[in-house]
């Protein structure tokens, strides 16, 4: 293990602000991490996945502990059901990929998110009507103070809408080393009637599909909608789509009847948080080198040099743009670093 200093992590977070860790190290075992964690020089220390789902405000005070600790293992397999070990620094794409060569059904509508699978439990991922905590079992996470490994079922886990334990009461308290699914090896179930994967199938001309073929879909929508991280700074979606309870409903749509909504019980409506910024007038809207993306108002973007600061800015003013326009609070999705 090499503790470097004054660390730029400009290519450790997707957004690609070029903030600096005071000291920063990269972890490729579980040994190695426990014993960073025993380092007491080191008072301050932050937990760093694949850097996809954060903001970073300024540069960081703290040893910034990069976890890239690699290896997925099979651990048993039933007619119907396998049980998979992925552990923390595994790319959440390329894992998917993984279990798609195999056959192995439940992670394909949440093709292409960027990040590590150690990163995903604490945001519970999803995507195109389908989330994490649908196919988790279980996580092994390590408690920063005392190095003890702690397993986590998923009531253990408190799992919400982008939502975790480790987000809330546990954050900043562990850090996950590996995560255990359960995924159907036959008789998949298929998930292709939210957003636009029917019309993604349709063009196609696709009408039984597979789990691969309902990947493809999502690769297809996200590549067309969603700019890539290497090419245009961002966290894919910056915002959480707002959940509005029966009665609030009927007000918003009483004076917006052309807007979209998904109903997700008989008093909860998921209101896109695209739509109501775009209404504002902010796509693809610029504002020096922090922008919102020209095909998909969800996404903020740094087209170069913008700070996490002048990205915060925008964001917190399209937040009270919003809520004066429909009374809605919409709510950032990203972690926020400071």
């Given at each position: 293990?090499?503790?470097?200093?004054?660390?730029?992590?400009?290519?450790?977070?997707?957004?690609?602000i070029?903030?600096?860790?005071?000291?920063?190290v990269?972890i490729?075992?579980?040994?190695?991490?426990?014993?960073?964690?025993?380092?007491?020089?080191?008072?301050?220390?932050?937990?760093?996945?694949?850097?996809?789902?954060?903001?970073?405000?300024?540069?960081?005070?703290?040893?910034?502990?990069?976890?890239?600790?690699?290896?997925?293992?099979?651990?048993?397999?039933?007619?119907?059901t396998?049980?998979?070990?992925?552990?923390?620094?595994?790319?959440?794409?390329?894992?998917?990929?993984?279990?798609?060569?195999?056959?192995?059904?439940?992670?394909?509508?949440?093709?292409?998110?960027?990040?590590k699978?150690?990163?995903?439990?604490?945001?519970?991922?999803?995507?195109?009507?389908?989330?994490?905590?649908?196919?988790?079992?279980?996580?092994?996470?390590?408690?920063i103070?005392?190095?003890?490994?702690?397993?986590?079922?998923k009531?253990d886990?408190?799992f919400?809408?982008?939502?975790?334990y480790?987000?809330n009461?546990?954050?900043?308290?562990?850090?996950?080393?590996?995560?255990?699914?359960?995924?159907?090896?036959?008789?998949?179930?298929?998930?292709?009637?939210?957003?636009?994967?029917?019309?993604?199938?349709?063009?196609?001309?696709i009408?039984?599909?597979?789990?691969?073929?309902?990947?493809?879909?999502?690769?297809a929508?996200?590549?067309?909608?969603?700019?890539?991280?290497?090419?245009?700074?961002?966290?894919?979606?910056?915002?959480?789509?707002?959940?509005?309870?029966k009665?609030?409903?009927?007000?918003?749509t009483?004076?917006?009847?052309?807007?979209?909504?998904?109903?997700?019980?008989d008093?909860?409506?998921?209101i896109?948080?695209?739509?109501?910024?775009?209404?504002?007038g902010?796509?693809?809207?610029?504002?020096?080198?922090?922008?919102?993306?020209?095909?998909?108002?969800?996404?903020?973007?740094?087209?170069?040099?913008?700070?996490?600061?002048?990205?915060?800015?925008?964001?917190?003013?399209?937040?009270k743009?919003?809520?004066l326009?429909?009374?809605?609070?919409?709510?950032?999705?990203?972690?926020?670093?400071?």
């Amino acid at each position: 293990m090499q503790i470097l200093e004054n660390f730029s992590l400009k290519y450790h977070n997707t957004f690609g602000i070029d903030a600096k860790a005071k000291f920063f190290v990269e972890i490729n075992s579980v040994e190695d991490l426990k014993s960073i964690l025993q380092k007491k020089e080191y008072p301050n220390k932050l937990i760093l996945g694949g850097g996809s789902n954060l903001l970073i405000i300024e540069d960081i005070d703290a040893l910034v502990i990069y976890i890239n600790i690699k290896g997925i293992q099979v651990l048993s397999k039933t007619d119907d059901t396998v049980l998979i070990k992925v552990m923390a620094g595994e790319n959440w794409h390329e894992m998917v990929l993984w279990t798609l060569e195999r056959d192995f059904g439940g992670l394909e509508n949440m093709s292409l998110i960027p990040g590590k699978t150690g990163t995903a439990p604490v945001q519970n991922i999803g995507a195109y009507g389908v989330e994490l905590k649908d196919c988790f079992v279980a996580c092994e996470a390590m408690e920063i103070n005392t190095q003890a490994i702690r397993a986590f079922s998923k009531t253990d886990c408190d799992f919400g809408y982008r939502q975790s334990y480790f987000k809330n009461e546990g954050k900043d308290k562990f850090a996950i080393i590996s995560v255990t699914f359960e995924l159907t090896v036959k008789n998949h179930i298929i998930s292709s009637s939210y957003g636009a994967i029917e019309e993604e199938l349709l063009k196609k001309g696709i009408q039984d599909p597979s789990i691969k073929d309902i990947s493809n879909a999502v690769v297809a929508i996200r590549n067309s909608k969603l700019p890539n991280p290497k090419e245009l700074g961002n966290s894919g979606s910056f915002f959480k789509n707002p959940m509005l309870t029966k009665e609030d409903f009927e007000i918003f749509t009483n004076k917006n009847p052309e807007a979209p909504f998904y109903k997700i019980s008989d008093d909860e409506y998921k209101i896109p948080a695209g739509w109501l910024i775009e209404q504002c007038g902010y796509k693809g809207k610029r504002f020096g080198d922090a922008g919102v993306h020209t095909k998909q108002a969800l996404v903020l973007v740094n087209y170069g040099n913008a700070t996490g600061k002048e990205i915060l800015e925008l964001a917190d003013n399209i937040m009270k743009e919003v809520k004066l326009k429909f009374n809605i609070n919409i709510t950032p999705e990203v972690n926020l670093i400071r």
